[in-house]
């Protein structure tokens, strides 16, 4: 069965920096848009950052310029460098990946069990 594992979650103080990834396994025939999402407290899901297999990416307005999402297609990874972390970024994290697992399946989106990021001084 597919599944996406994330890893790198912790706490750490104001201003610190985290390296999150997420690998899908399993069998896959092909991975597409792969993604992070987070959920604070009380809050709803929310999105952080999307890339593509090409490699185009979206940002949430509110890790705009302090997060940076990346890929490895070979590896079927993708990972979110966080930096400048505030209080406001502590969530539990989920990865996300749409992918086939034949090629006759149709696209779907998988989901991880989710990394806890905790930003306190």
């Known amino acids: 069965q597919v599944q996406l594992v994330e890893s790198g979650g912790g706490s750490v103080q104001p201003g610190e920096s985290l390296r999150l990834s997420c690998a899908a396994s399993?069998?896959?025939?092909?991975?597409?848009?792969m993604g992070w999402h987070r959920q604070a407290p009380g809050k709803e899901r929310e999105l952080v950052a999307t890339?593509?297999?090409?490699?185009?990416?979206v940002y949430a307005d509110s890790v705009k310029g302090r997060f940076t999402i990346s890929r490895d297609n070979a590896k079927s990874t993708v990972y979110l460098e966080m930096g400048s972390l505030k209080a406001d970024d502590t969530a539990v994290y989920y990865c996300?990946?749409?992918?086939?697992?034949?090629?006759?399946?149709?696209?779907?989106?998988?989901w991880g069990q989710g990394t806890q990021v905790t930003v306190s001084s």
């Open positions: 399993g069998p896959i025939f092909t991975v597409y848009d």
């Open positions: 996300a990946g749409a992918l086939r697992r034949t090629v006759v399946e149709n696209r779907r989106t998988y």
């Open positions: 890339i593509t297999r090409n490699g185009n990416t």
